[in-house]
């Protein structure tokens, strides 16, 4: 089966501008996660998908990050505007339910100049 | 709130050595523990979760709920073990999962 996609890979911008990263999950599967890996450290729960809604959202930097996953399959994260501190790599996951295996995607690995 | 400590970063062996990559948790519910592993230039995947009681590529975790550990162990570390573990925990809103900050574990021929 096709793993998680997630594009582009790389991204380079400066402060203050924005960047959208997507990501296509496993075929079938209702949950989907955005994860911050910042060097040094574990990822970290951006938001939770289940289907088309939001279970949680409580880490999302909301006044600078948004998602969404229309229709349930494919999702988008946007950062806008930008900040030095957001340089990491944003990391996409698909599951079959909570608590499921958590399949990833390579990430994207964002450098804000 | 949930906590997953990992207390060492690194963790060198000789091929051959039993291996043990500690984690400590805090959580107030009922946890859900995970080992996942990233091996180099490869994704994030799962290694093992303590429901399923399984072995793994040789390595085993056991959940202490009195100790609030999950640690892996494995008797006979491979050179093809060389990762950066991550142990995590499930629960809370959405059951989300909160990691710790890995440890990356070297085996040397």
């Known amino acids: 089966e096709a793993g998680v996609a997630q594009s582009p890979r790389y991204k380079i911008i400066e402060k203050r501008q924005s960047v959208a990263f997507w990501c296509n999950p496993i075929?079938?599967?209702?949950?989907l996660y955005w994860y911050q890996q910042i060097l040094g450290q574990g990822p970290k729960l951006l938001i939770q998908f289940q289907n088309n809604g939001v279970v949680d959202d409580s880490q999302l930097p909301k006044d600078r990050f948004s998602a969404e996953r229309l229709k349930g399959v494919d999702s988008t994260l946007k950062i806008q505007p930008a900040k030095l501190e957001d340089s990491a790599v944003y990391l996409c996951?698909?599951?079959?339910?909570?608590?499921?295996?958590?399949?990833f995607g390579p990430g994207t690995r964002l450098l804000v100049l | 709130a949930q906590r997953v400590t990992q207390p060492e970063k690194l963790l060198s062996v000789f091929k051959g050595a039993p291996v043990e990559l500690k984690c400590n948790y805090s959580?107030?519910?009922?946890?859900?523990l995970f080992w996942y592993v990233q091996y180099s230039r490869q994704r994030l995947q799962l290694l093992l979760r303590h429901i399923s009681r399984e072995s793994i590529k040789g390595f085993t975790a056991d959940l202490n709920k009195g100790e609030t550990s999950f640690h892996l162990k494995k008797p006979f570390a491979q050179e093809e073990d060389s990762a950066m573990y991550y142990c995590a925990l499930g629960g809370g809103r959405g059951s989300r999962l909160t990691f710790g900050e890995g440890t990356q574990l070297t085996v040397n021929p």
């Open positions: 075929s079938g599967h209702a949950t």
């Open positions: 996951a698909s599951g079959q339910g909570a608590l499921e295996t958590q399949y």
């Open positions: 959580y107030s519910g009922s946890p859900e």
